[in-house]
């Protein structure tokens, strides 16, 4: 046969015109083998296609060829076997990288009633393999390890047969340690630890370059950078600083700042604050919070809230990286405030009291309550309670400032009579002798306190009997009013010395 080539746009034209008359794809009978091959560059693939009752072509991806003896497209060379009952067609492609995902079709038409059938190959050509993923990590204070993962490869074809690895400092990139490491058979990734004491120093960065080799060639290197970590400084005295920013009604905020100590750009470092005070009773109360550092600052600084000014407050700083651990503490000292108590002072009227209650810092909070009713709020210092029950009433207050609480209780006499609680002299006893005098009194009720006041001077508390001495000659007079009762009911005792 003669090697021609039909110009594609005629070789359609015919074809069309041979489906759209006969509508049938049924009577030739093709045959290819292999449907699809895989070989590496530089080495050649087989197809071969058989073709019953008809004739047969080849067509590359959209080139069609006439059958020939010899005749060469795209590196691929095609011969015919011809026989009476149709042909077997074979072709051999070059493994170069430009045939790689090369379709492959054989056509037939039928000798009789012209109808067409094709059957489709692929032929794949394995190049060399992709650049390996690379990673790094930090295993401890004097290993480190790189890892990388297999790239693609075709089984059998283009195995990988190992890998070249380069390893320099950047500071020193002409002292470089090579080695290779064979394709691992167990799994797809590989690792590769380096120590500390055979390529370089603390901090100092390092670079892996990672290269794969299959029987078609070498990848492109990919490197990545790492380096050995630096344990961080020990801890000093002024680590952390700590500054008061305000103190306000006993409650302080502080500012705190930590120098970071030297660490490699590359580990993995955390700070966490840890803040406790503890109060009078030795009870504990702490949070933390993490410092996060920005940028390249040698500091970090938070501010810290809702301290109490009277305790003692302890801020440590934990250092966590791939080395261990380490801690950075100061304590700072309560800020001399006074403690916490409480002092109560009373008005009572008829059935109604008022409440006075007093601390001796600044509190947050102060609740107030009589009997065994709801306590109400009375931080202002002043509340009332009125249509309270003859008898005794006991009052509660309790108060609290940071974490420190302090509670005060007083029990006063209520009722609705005054001559309840009148006081008066026990059968008239007001006995002098010299310059002392002693006067015995009682009152209606059960008053548990009394003033007393001689003359025009102060009020002071008393009981009876009440002692007096030194008193000068002349006319006096002692007035006596118990605690819980109006003014009005004070007992006036005139005597002489």
């Known amino acids: 046969m003669v090697a021609f080539r039909i110009p594609r746009g005629c070789i359609y034209a015919v074809l069309i015109v041979l489906v759209c008359q006969f509508n049938s794809f049924a009577g030739a009978e093709i045959t290819v083998r292999p449907a699809s091959q895989t070989v590496a560059q530089g080495t050649t693939a087989s197809f071969s296609c058989e073709v019953r009752n008809g004739l047969g072509y080849w067509v590359i991806n959209e080139t069609w060829v006439l059958p020939s003896v010899d005749f060469s497209v795209y590196g691929i060379a095609i011969a015919i076997d011809e026989r009476e009952d149709g042909a077997t067609l074979s072709i051999v492609a070059e493994g170069r990288a430009s045939n790689n995902n090369t379709r492959i079709t054989c056509v037939s038409v039928d000798n009789e009633d012209f109808s067409v059938d094709q059957k489709e190959a692929y032929l794949l050509v394995a190049g060399p393999p992709a650049a390996p993923r690379v990673s790094f990590r930090v295993v401890n204070s004097t290993a480190i390890a790189f890892s990388w993962e297999t790239p693609f490869f075709f089984p059998n074809v283009s195995d990988i047969l190992f890998y070249t690895l380069s390893l320099y400092s950047r500071a020193r990139s002409q002292d470089r340690k090579e080695w290779t490491v064979s394709q691992s058979t167990s799994g797809v990734s590989h690792t590769h630890v380096v120590t500390s004491d055979a390529v370089a120093t603390a901090c100092e960065q390092l670079v892996l370059e990672v290269s794969a080799t299959n029987v078609v060639g070498t990848s492109p290197t990919r490197s990545v950078t790492g380096g050995f970590p630096i344990v961080p400084a020990e801890a000093t005295n002024d680590q952390p600083e700590v500054n008061i920013r305000s103190s306000s009604n006993g409650v302080v905020t502080a500012e705190v700042t930590f120098k970071l100590p030297r660490v490699c750009p590359y580990q993995s470092t955390k700070y966490t604050l840890y803040v406790k005070q503890i109060s009078s009773a030795n009870v504990a109360q702490s949070r933390q919070i993490e410092l996060i550092p920005a940028g390249k600052q040698n500091a970090v600084s938070t501010v810290v809230t809702g301290l109490a000014s009277n305790l003692n407050t302890l801020f440590t700083v934990l250092v966590q990286s791939e080395t ?61 309670f009125n249509g309270l029950p003859d008898g005794e009433v006991v009052i509660q207050v309790v108060a609290k400032s ?6 005060s209780n007083v029990t006063v006499w209520v009722n609705q009579n005054i001559n309840f609680c009148a006081p008066y002299l026990n059968n008239n006893m007001v006995t002098a002798s010299g310059g002392d005098v002693s006067v015995e009194f009682s009152s209606s009720g059960r008053p548990s306190e009394y003033n007393c006041a001689l003359d025009s001077g102060s009020s002071t508390p008393c009981s009876s009997p009440f002692k007096l001495k030194n008193i000068a000659p002349g006319r006096h007079t002692l007035q006596i009013l118990p605690r819980e009762c109006p003014s009005s009911r004070i007992l006036s005792v005139p005597f002489t010395v």
């Open 324 to 384: 261990g651990e380490l801690q950075f503490s100061k304590m700072v000292l309560k800020q001399n405030l006074p403690v916490l108590k409480l002092a109560l002072s009373t008005v009572v009227k008829g059935n109604a009291i008022t409440v006075y209650p007093k601390p001796t810092v600044a509190v947050e909070s102060m609740f107030c309550r009589v009997l065994n009713f709801p306590f109400q709020n009375c931080s202002s210092g002043q509340i009332s």
């Open 402 to 407: 940071g974490i420190e609480v302090a509670a």
